[in-house]
C-alpha cells in the first residue's frame, strides 16, 4: 500500500472560521510534509515532521498550525485565514526525511477557498 | 543555495513524438534527483528517481540520468502517449528538504 489519503478533498471556509487538514499514512513512513501549491506553481514546502517531531517550519504564519498525533497521522489546523491562502494543500510522507534519498509519496491534495 | 531549473513550456506534442524536459540543478552537496508528475486535479506521483551520479532512473517509457559534470536531470520519453499529457516537476533532495522546478506542461495531441 503506497496509498497517502487526505480529507477533505474540498473546504470552502470564511476568514473567521477554524478548520482542519487531515493526512493519513500506513506506509510505516517516519517523515510527513505539508505543502502549500498555488495554481500553476510548483508545491511550497511548509512544514516537516520527523519522527513525529517537527523539525522544519518554513516561516508559515502561525494561522496554520500543523499537529502529529502519531506516525501515521498529520492534521492541518487553519484559522483566521486570508483569500490569499486559498490553493491546494499537498500532504507527503516518506520512509525517513534525514538523508534525503527517500522518495515522498504525495496524497490527492485538499483544495480549499477561504471566502 | 540549492535550486532547480527545467524549461517551462509549455510543451506541446503529437502522439509518438520523442520527449526531452531540460533539468539543471545546483546544489552544494549530493543531492538525490526526481522526476514527478502531476495530472489535472491531483497530486504529485513519482515517476523516475536516481541518488547518485550516473544512476539512470527509469519507468513507463520515461528515463532520465543523472549527470554531475553538467548538474542534469533531463527527462526523455521515445514515443509520447495522449495519456502523458500532465506537468511534471524536477527535484532535488537533500536532508529533509526537496526543491521543485517550476513545472513543465505537456500536452500530447492525437
Known amino acids: 500500500d503506497t496509498e497517502v489519503t487526505q480529507t477533505p478533498k474540498h473546504l470552502v471556509m470564511g476568514m473567521t472560521n477554524k478548520k482542519s487538514l487531515k493526512c493519513e499514512q500506513h506506509?510505516?513512513?517516519?517523515?510527513m510534509y505539508w505543502y502549500k501549491q498555488k495554481a500553476k506553481k510548483p508545491p511550497e514546502l511548509m512544514f516537516v515532521?520527523?519522527?513525529?517531531?517537527?523539525?522544519i517550519n518554513e516561516s508559515v504564519p502561525s494561522r496554520f498550525s500543523p499537529e502529529c498525533p502519531n506516525s501515521s497521522l498529520l492534521n492541518l489546523h487553519l484559522h483566521a485565514l486570508q483569500p490569499e491562502d486559498s490553493a491546494l494543500y499537498l500532504c507527503?510522507?516518506?520512509?525517513?526525511?534525514?538523508?534525503?534519498?527517500?522518495?515522498?509519496?504525495f496524497g490527492p491534495g485538499t483544495r480549499l477557498t477561504v471566502t | 543555495g540549492d535550486s532547480v531549473t527545467q524549461m517551462e513550456g509549455p510543451v506541446t506534442l503529437s502522439e509518438e513524438a520523442f520527449l526531452t524536459i531540460n533539468c539543471t540543478y545546483t546544489?552544494?552537496?549530493?543531492?538525490?534527483l526526481f522526476w514527478y508528475v502531476q495530472y489535472p486535479g491531483e497530486g504529485l506521483q513519482l515517476l523516475l528517481k536516481?541518488?547518485?551520479?550516473?544512476d539512470k532512473g527509469s519507468n513507463k517509457g520515461f528515463e532520465a540520468t543523472y549527470r554531475k559534470e553538467t548538474t542534469s536531470f533531463h527527462l526523455e520519453k521515445g514515443s509520447v502517449q495522449v495519456s502523458d499529457s500532465a506537468v511534471y516537476f524536477c527535484?532535488?533532495?537533500?536532508?529533509?528538504?526537496?526543491?521543485f522546478g517550476a513545472g513543465t506542461r505537456l500536452t500530447v495531441k492525437p
Open positions: 507527503a510522507s516518506s520512509q525517513d526525511g534525514a538523508a534525503g534519498l527517500y522518495e515522498q509519496y
Open positions: 506506509m510505516g513512513h517516519r517523515a
Open positions: 515532521y520527523s519522527y513525529e517531531k517537527l523539525s
Open positions: 546544489a552544494t552537496g549530493y543531492p538525490s
Open positions: 536516481a541518488t547518485k551520479a550516473d
Open positions: 527535484a532535488l533532495s537533500l536532508e529533509n528538504d526537496m526543491r
